[in-house]
């Protein structure tokens, strides 16, 4: 795992700040008339000089990046990429009776879980999936480790966030899209995380329990495992 260490230089990995890039990540992927300018300058304030800056930079200097026609078009309404993380990693249900035992609808109720066990609430209007929310989530959970002893943001980063990076950003690519360039922003910053948290536990659903290997004669176990089958 990354950490601090003197004689780095300013823009290396363990000197980022990936607090300040979700933040400013979230706010520029909201429809422009509704991000909060004064958050951007901060968050950039704090980014310094990385490969994630340089993204949002030139994604800021394009006439496109405040076009709300853009946004709406592109994002927003009936659109060909649409901003919810469930849509790159889920297929559609084909009926409306499979919908409440799809993948996608368990997704969203994990999520919505995992925002619960955090602190955090959605409002009444927002999906727990859509990626503005979810990087948000990003950020606040990293400020809130004492609520992470079983390895929840690692699971949420590596089966759910990390995955559903690369078909959006060819989604956007097929259409040309400016926001490719905070998606791009995103997966660098993403795969820093992935670093980070690689020596850190990794929560697994109670159903995986059956297919880790247990010890003959071993003590009752937990619905809890961190990650290489190890109770915790």
């Known amino acids: 795992m990354h950490g601090q260490h003197p004689g780095l230089p300013h823009n290396a990995p363990a000197g980022w700040d ?11 992927l909201l429809n422009p008339q509704f991000r909060d300018d004064e958050r951007v300058a901060q968050n950039l304030a704090r980014l310094g000089e990385s490969p994630v800056r340089e993204c ?9 990046s405040s076009d709300v026609d853009e946004y709406t078009q592109t994002l927003e309404l009936a659109p060909p990429c649409p901003l919810y993380l469930g849509a790159y990693i889920y297929e559609e249900p084909s009926s409306c009776r499979g919908a409440g035992a799809s993948g996608r609808n368990q997704f969203m109720i994990e999520l919505a879980a995992l925002y619960e066990h955090f602190g955090v609430t959605l409002g009444d209007q927002e999906l727990p999936d859509f990626v503005p929310v979810v ?4 950020a606040v959970s990293l400020d809130r480790p004492e609520r992470d002893g079983i390895g929840l943001r690692r699971r949420l980063v590596d089966k759910y966030v990390h995955p559903g990076i690369a078909p959006l950003r060819k989604a956007l690519q097929k259409y040309e899209s400016v926001y490719d ?21 990794i929560w697994l ?13 071993g003590a009752a176990t937990h619905n809890l495992y961190m990650a290489g089958g190890q109770p915790r």
């Open 18 to 28: 990936l607090g300040a890039m979700y933040r400013i990540i979230a706010e520029l």
């Open 135 to 138: 990087i948000e989530f990003m």
């Open 56 to 64: 949002i930079a030139r994604f800021l200097e394009s006439p496109r």
């Open 205 to 217: 659903a109670p159903e995986v329990k059956d297919t880790i290997p247990q010890r003959p004669g």
């Open 181 to 201: 360039l905070l998606i791009e922003a995103l997966e660098i910053a993403v795969n820093e995380d992935v670093e980070r948290l690689a020596d850190e536990p």
